[in-house]
């Protein structure tokens, strides 16, 4: 256990609203991740932090935009919530790049 | 575009016999290849990994193949048990390269007691 705790677990909005996904860790961990799970795409990453203030976008990263201002909190936030952005969202740590990740238990979105 | 592919959306094996997980990728530069498995309503959780120096890792009933010539990876699970009903999704990396791992799609596999 990693210590990761994920914040909301599930979450209703309707398109157009912004959205904000709090990922929290308690290890301290450099490396965070924030990655969508969607049928038939796997996991795909949004975006990663190497450090506070230090990140970087990912494959999918349109639409999205993400905060680390303290080591132990990586923030995702969806500016305009569009039903495209409907998915389940995981955060997920490491100690050091391109290692195995620790992964929270996931946030469900819908955009209705 | 798809780096890591798992062909296979679904397996159902019977409990005690084995389970063959498979996953291809076309990134000759991923040298380090990891198993993940998922139960629902819970994050991922790391099974197992094996680097491309190797082409064989086992850990207790589960095993990872490596064949880099085909860019074909495997997990055995031995004996199958019903615990082990869940997704797998393998997941590949250039150490060297871009601070990311590459996921397939998911096998669910169901064991049937």
């Known amino acids: 256990d990693a210590g990761i705790t994920q914040s909301p677990r599930h979450k209703v909005t309707e398109t157009g609203t912004p959205v904000t996904l709090r990922c929290h860790q308690t290890?301290?961990?450099?490396?965070m991740y924030w990655y969508r799970q969607d049928p038939g795409h796997g996991l795909r990453l949004i975006h990663y932090?190497?450090?506070?203030?230090?990140?970087d976008k990912g494959e999918v990263s349109d639409g999205y935009s993400v905060s680390r201002s303290k080591t132990e909190d990586f923030l995702l936030t969806l500016e305009s919530a569009t039903s495209s952005q409907t998915s389940v969202y995981f955060c997920?740590?490491?100690?050091?790049?391109?290692?195995?990740?620790?992964f929270g238990s996931g946030t469900q979105l819908s955009v209705l | 575009d798809q780096q890591v592919k798992q062909n296979s959306p679904s397996l159902s094996v019977q409990e005690g016999r084995i389970s063959i997980l498979n996953c291809d990728y076309t990134?000759?530069?991923?040298?380090?290849f990891l198993w993940y498995k998922k139960y629902p309503a819970e994050g991922p959780t790391f099974l197992i990994s094996i680097s491309s120096i190797k082409d064989k890792n086992e850990d207790g009933r589960f095993t990872v193949f490596l064949n880099k010539s085909a860019k074909h990876l495997s997990l055995h699970i031995v004996p199958s048990q019903p615990g082990d009903s869940a997704v797998y999704f393998c997941?590949?990396?250039?150490?060297?390269?871009?601070?990311?791992?590459?996921f397939g799609t998911g096998t669910r596999l169901t064991v049937i007691p």
């Open positions: 997941a590949a990396s250039a150490r060297t390269g871009a601070n990311n791992l590459f």
């Open positions: 932090s190497y450090g506070v203030k230090d990140t």
């Open positions: 290890e301290n961990h450099r490396y």
């Open positions: 997920a740590v490491t100690g050091a790049p391109n290692e195995k990740l620790f």
């Open positions: 990134n000759s530069m991923f040298d380090y």
